[in-house]
């Protein structure tokens, strides 16, 4: 199994208490993970923000929703982009709306993660699930 240092989010393997790339005590930090991932999705590096989003998304992180709802205006591409596709796999009503917004984005990329995430959302919200 695979994880992430949670000072400089390298990946890792999830044995290892010391970051091979930045020597992070990886174990020292009091956060909850979901805190630390919710937390670098404000990761100054968009290839950060990236990887984090997805990570979010593959998690299913309900608390990160209103984060990678911001992330959907992100400057870079691929961070909406992979905000998008985190917030369809996470299936949170919440983001309709953005979603809705990124539908018409300016990037090819951008509107077919929009499309795939409204496609999931919708069919949650057709069949009444809680979001």
């Known amino acids: 199994m695979r994880a992430f240092c949670t000072s400089c989010w390298a990946e890792v393997d ?3 208490s010391i970051c091979p790339v930045c020597g992070f005590d990886i174990r020292s930090d009091p956060r909850s993970y979901d805190d630390k991932i919710a937390s670098a999705l404000r990761h100054p590096l968009p290839e ?7 990570l979010a998304g593959r998690r299913r992180m309900r608390t990160a929703v209103p984060i990678l709802i911001e ?3 992100d ?19 919440r983001a309709l709306g953005p979603v809705e917004r990124n539908c018409r984005d300016r990037s090819l990329l951008v509107r077919e993660a929009a499309l795939r995430a409204r496609s999931r959302l919708s069919a949650i919200a057709s069949v009444g699930s809680p979001g």
């Open 75 to 93: 400057p870079d591409t691929y961070v909406r982009v992979a905000a998008l596709d985190a917030l369809g796999e996470i299936g949170d009503l």
């Open 48 to 54: 950060t923000r990236a990887r984090v989003c997805e």
């Open 14 to 16: 999830a044995a290892q």
């Open 71 to 73: 992330r959907t205006t």
